[in-house]
């Protein structure tokens, strides 16, 4: 039985993965952003053991969620799932979608033994510049496909940092695809299901995703991701970037 985080889970793919993980034995936390999106988590996975509540779009209250998860670590698997397509206000987007990962990321100790970060098939249409990601205010505008292309530069940054201080945590990334949910809306052709068997297979990290890191995946099969993603330079600009602005850096 692995724990096992899954942020966004109120609704959604990250609700339906983190009942299917509950569902195969494993201790799953589910994450809101608020009180009442908490108790519509707890009423559609009641068997999971707790609700952690947050707003990501929050550096504080992203941090107070970090300082949470330590005290109820280790971790075997964060799933960082929780996104929005557009934001409330001009830079929550960035906030939910690029900066809180990296910030749990950052600051959850001991690492997990897996990191998933759920990207997005538009991430291919993301800008990736050198010019942008060394630029906090563009990248405080960012855009949805640019945060899911963070989000895998983010998966391949932490998987190369984890490595070389001798951690085994791996690192991957993946898109559900466009499934019919709040997000995708009610027209997305695909099936949600494969989103949710690639979460499963991903913090699980057995089958063919045993041993993997720095990969991408869409319906529990690896794929090549934009190439950007794995330029190292354009990952330390974007970590050197997001440090800045969050006062978080990554583990020494």
């Known amino acids: 039985m692995a724990k096992i985080l899954v942020t966004g889970s109120s609704d959604g793919v990250g609700a339906l993965a983190a009942k299917a993980l509950v569902g195969r034995g494993h201790s799953v936390y589910l994450h809101a952003r608020n009180a009442q999106r908490a108790s519509d988590a707890r009423a559609a996975c009641p068997q999971a053991q707790d609700v952690l509540i947050a707003d990501l779009s929050s550096i504080e209250e992203t941090k107070a969620l970090a300082t949470q998860l330590n005290g109820l670590g280790p971790w075997d698997a964060i799933v ?137 995946w869409h319906s529990s099969r690896q794929r090549e991701p934009k190439a950007e993603a794995g330029d190292e330079g354009r990952q330390n600009l974007l970590i050197e970037s997001l440090a800045k602005i969050s006062g978080v850096s990554p583990p020494e």
């Open 80 to 216: 960082h799932n929780a996104g929005v397509m557009r934001g409330s206000k001009e830079g929550t987007l960035f906030a939910v979608n690029t900066l809180a990962p990296y910030i749990l990321t950052c600051l959850v100790q001991p690492p997990p033994q897996r990191y998933l970060f759920v990207s997005s098939e538009l991430h291919t249409s993301g800008d990736g510049s050198a010019a942008t990601l060394g630029d906090v205010d563009a990248l405080k505008g960012c855009g949805y496909r640019d945060s899911k292309l963070h989000d895998v530069m983010l998966a391949n940054y932490f998987s190369r940092l984890f490595r070389g201080k001798g951690f085994g945590t791996e690192c991957n990334s993946a898109t559900p695809g466009w499934v019919p949910t709040k997000l995708g809306g009610s027209g997305a052709p695909g099936n949600i299901n494969d989103g949710v068997d690639t979460y499963v297979l991903l913090a699980e990290g057995k089958g063919a995703a045993e041993g993997k890191t720095a990969t991408y």
